[in-house]
């Protein structure tokens, strides 16, 4: 039997994680030099943020014995009920050599915890060297935005996607392909990935099953403005929770071309309510942005507009008696596809200066984890019409999140060098200084879960007035006639205010790194 914490001994040097401590509650699969590498590397450096509380391993003679003083708490077989059992919130996996399948089954375990993955790379098996906690983690992702990173998502999301059809849109992007991989360690009875890039698609099936012969209804190559296609899809697949992930996002080329904002994020959602209302879908959650409040850009406006369209419809689900509606809005995802730290990797390794709009400006930031866990306990708590809004913290300085990442690649062994030059370029059209989760008129609401809050449709805007706006807009569109569709949104949405005004930033310089990075 494995030995309990009760029964552990104390060890001479006593470890960080006897006792109470700070960090996330880690279990490390694999008891051998690996994984012990790893238990005392992480003894050393707690600034990685992980607290391990016991290993897994197969070989029933470590069963019986500890590492640095942690047990070993069962097989790996075991790992989603341990992982329960002991509130783990990050798994690592540091068996170097893992064949890609049981990589695969042991993130998808991990998953049905609701506990994020990490990995030793398996480079490190072939290297033939110990293992470090530097190869684990790279980045103190809790120093870059500011906060202890949340992981939200509890074993009652089960229930929400466990033996459902489910489809997910933009099912290739990061955040929808996120959401597939940990949709699919729930069991739903199919999973559904819709998206119009074939490429994406072929790449994360391969990912989640191993294997990608394109031959089954798993993979749904459609555009979603393309209203008689999505309500073929909804009568032949019959989904019965909808995840809405695709949308245009990038913010200053919709600047730029207010019709396709319009048409993808707009329209496009507005196809895929009606066909869930028509099939009697369960539940749909759309995401959303922060940008959505109080908008000052066609991106935010957009999104707003898709926000509405769903409180509409939820208010139609409920007299039907039929889905729950609701959407999850969010700040910016670190590690996405396009997102700053990618931008900010590429810059540091060319040695151009980095780009940053205004000294001043900030932004709330979570990681893709994060977001997921949001949409995905979001979609467990809605009753109908909410916006969920996670609690973020503080704003972070993107001036201060550039050298603090800047600093942990030079100290990882990366490029970059002892001081970042920051180049300012002033804010671009429809950006604000400061981002807001809530709108002026939104009123917060608590929910079950004490990181997540809610929202009611203003008192500004009513649902009611949509329909007839909403088809002006759709024929402004159809037209590119981007003047009108601007002036179409101003009248839809008296929230949005259009591009700040905001001082230029001063010119260019160089700056060293804050004291204390």
């Given at each position: 039997?494995?030995?309990?914490?009760?029964a552990?001994?104390?060890?001479?040097?006593?470890?960080?994680?006897?006792?109470?401590?700070?960090?996330?509650?880690?279990?490390?699969?694999?008891?051998?030099?690996?994984?012990?590498?790893?238990v005392?590397?992480?003894?050393?450096?707690?600034?990685?943020?992980?607290?391990p509380?016991?290993?897994?391993?197969?070989?029933?003679?470590?069963?019986?014995?500890?590492?640095?003083?942690?047990?070993?708490?069962?097989?790996?077989?075991?790992?989603?009920?341990?992982?329960?059992?002991?509130?783990?919130?990050?798994?690592?996996?540091?068996?170097?050599?893992?064949l890609?399948?049981?990589?695969?089954?042991?993130?998808?375990?991990?998953?049905?915890?609701?506990?994020?993955?990490?990995?030793?790379?398996s480079?490190?098996?072939?290297?033939?060297?110990?293992?470090?906690?530097?190869?684990?983690r790279?980045?103190?992702?809790?120093?870059?935005?500011?906060r202890?990173?949340?992981?939200?998502?509890?074993?009652?999301?089960?229930?929400?996607?466990?033996?459902k059809?489910?489809?997910?849109?933009?099912?290739?992007?990061?955040?929808?392909?996120?959401?597939?991989?940990?949709?699919?360690?729930?069991?739903p009875?199919?999973?559904f990935?819709?998206?119009?890039?074939?490429?994406n698609?072929?790449?994360?099936?391969?990912?989640?099953?191993?294997?990608?012969?394109?031959?089954?209804?798993?993979?749904?190559?459609?555009?979603?403005?393309?209203?008689?296609?999505?309500?073929?899809?909804?009568r032949?697949?019959?989904?019965?929770?909808?995840?809405?992930?695709?949308?245009?996002?990038?913010?200053?080329?919709?600047?730029?071309?207010?019709?396709?904002?319009?048409?993808?994020?707009?329209?496009?959602?507005?196809?895929l309510?009606?066909?869930?209302?028509?099939?009697?879908?369960?539940?749909?959650?759309?995401?959303?942005?922060?940008?959505?409040?109080?908008?000052?850009?066609?991106?935010?406006?957009?999104?707003?507009?898709?926000?509405?369209?769903?409180?509409a419809?939820a208010?139609?689900?409920?007299?039907?008696?039929?889905?729950?509606?609701?959407?999850?809005?969010?700040?910016?995802?670190?590690?996405?596809?396009?997102?700053?730290?990618?931008?900010?990797?590429?810059?540091?390794?060319?040695?151009?200066?980095?780009?940053?709009?205004?000294?001043?400006?900030?932004?709330?930031?979570?990681?893709?984890?994060?977001?997921?866990?949001?949409?995905l306990?979001?979609?467990?708590?809605?009753?109908?019409?909410?916006?969920f809004?996670?609690?973020?913290?503080?704003?972070?300085?993107i001036?201060?999140?550039?050298?603090?990442?800047?600093?942990?690649?030079?100290?990882?062994?990366?490029?970059?060098?002892?001081?970042?030059?920051?180049r300012?370029?002033?804010?671009?059209?429809?950006?604000?200084?400061?981002?807001?989760?809530?709108?002026?008129?939104?009123?917060?609401?608590?929910?079950?879960?004490?990181?997540?809050?809610?929202?009611?449709?203003?008192?500004?805007?009513?649902?009611?007035?949509?329909?007839?706006?909403?088809?002006?807009?759709?024929?402004?569109?159809?037209?590119?006639?981007?003047?009108?569709?601007?002036?179409?949104l101003?009248?839809?949405?008296?929230?949005?205010?259009?591009?700040?005004?905001?001082?230029?930033?001063?010119?260019?310089?160089?700056?060293?790194?804050?004291?204390?990075?």
């Amino acid at each position: 039997m494995s030995p309990s914490h009760d029964a552990v001994r104390p060890h001479p040097s006593r470890l960080p994680w006897e006792g109470p401590g700070d960090g996330l509650r880690t279990l490390v699969v694999g008891a051998g030099a690996a994984g012990s590498a790893l238990v005392r590397d992480l003894a050393r450096t707690p600034e990685f943020g992980l607290r391990p509380v016991g290993l897994l391993d197969d070989d029933e003679a470590k069963a019986a014995r500890q590492v640095d003083g942690l047990p070993v708490l069962g097989p790996l077989a075991e790992l989603t009920g341990l992982a329960l059992r002991h509130r783990v919130q990050v798994v690592v996996l540091a068996i170097p050599g893992l064949l890609p399948q049981r990589v695969r089954a042991l993130a998808a375990a991990a998953a049905a915890a609701g506990a994020a993955v990490r990995y030793l790379p398996s480079f490190l098996a072939a290297l033939r060297r110990e293992a470090v906690g530097s190869d684990l983690r790279g980045l103190d992702v809790n120093r870059l935005i500011g906060r202890p990173e949340v992981h939200v998502v509890s074993p009652d999301v089960r229930a929400v996607v466990e033996g459902k059809r489910v489809l997910v849109t933009g099912a290739g992007g990061s955040i929808g392909s996120e959401l597939c991989r940990q949709v699919h360690a729930f069991g739903p009875a199919e999973l559904f990935m819709l998206d119009h890039d074939e490429s994406n698609l072929h790449r994360l099936q391969l990912e989640i099953w191993g294997e990608a012969l394109l031959m089954d209804d798993s993979l749904v190559i459609a555009d979603i403005r393309d209203r008689r296609r999505i309500q073929q899809i909804f009568r032949d697949l019959k989904p019965e929770v909808v995840f809405h992930a695709a949308a245009h996002k990038h913010l200053p080329l919709l600047e730029r071309h207010p019709s396709e904002a319009v048409k993808s994020n707009v329209l496009g959602t507005d196809h895929l309510v009606e066909a869930a209302l028509a099939a009697g879908v369960e539940r749909f959650v759309l995401i959303s942005t922060d940008k959505a409040a109080d908008p000052t850009s066609v991106l935010g406006a957009s999104k707003r507009l898709a926000e509405l369209i769903v409180q509409a419809n939820a208010r139609d689900a409920r007299a039907l008696g039929t889905g729950v509606f609701c959407a999850v809005r969010f700040g910016n995802v670190l590690g996405s596809r396009g997102s700053l730290l990618s931008v900010l990797a590429e810059q540091l390794r060319s040695g151009s200066p980095v780009t940053v709009t205004h000294p001043d400006v900030t932004r709330f930031f979570m990681t893709i984890e994060e977001a997921v866990g949001l949409v995905l306990e979001s979609g467990r708590l809605a009753r109908g019409g909410e916006v969920f809004v996670l609690d973020m913290g503080e704003p972070v300085r993107i001036v201060d999140l550039v050298h603090n990442f800047a600093r942990q690649v030079q100290l990882s062994g990366g490029l970059g060098a002892p001081e970042v030059e920051i180049r300012y370029t002033g804010l671009r059209s429809g950006e604000k200084l400061n981002e807001a989760l809530f709108s002026q008129g939104e009123r917060r609401l608590p929910t079950e879960h004490p990181r997540i809050h809610a929202t009611e449709a203003g008192a500004g805007q009513r649902p009611d007035d949509l329909a007839g706006g909403l088809t002006a807009l759709y024929e402004a569109a159809a037209d590119n006639g981007d003047a009108e569709v601007r002036r179409r949104l101003a009248e839809l949405l008296p929230e949005y205010q259009g591009p700040q005004q905001v001082p230029a930033p001063v010119p260019a310089l160089a700056a060293p790194y804050p004291d204390g990075f």
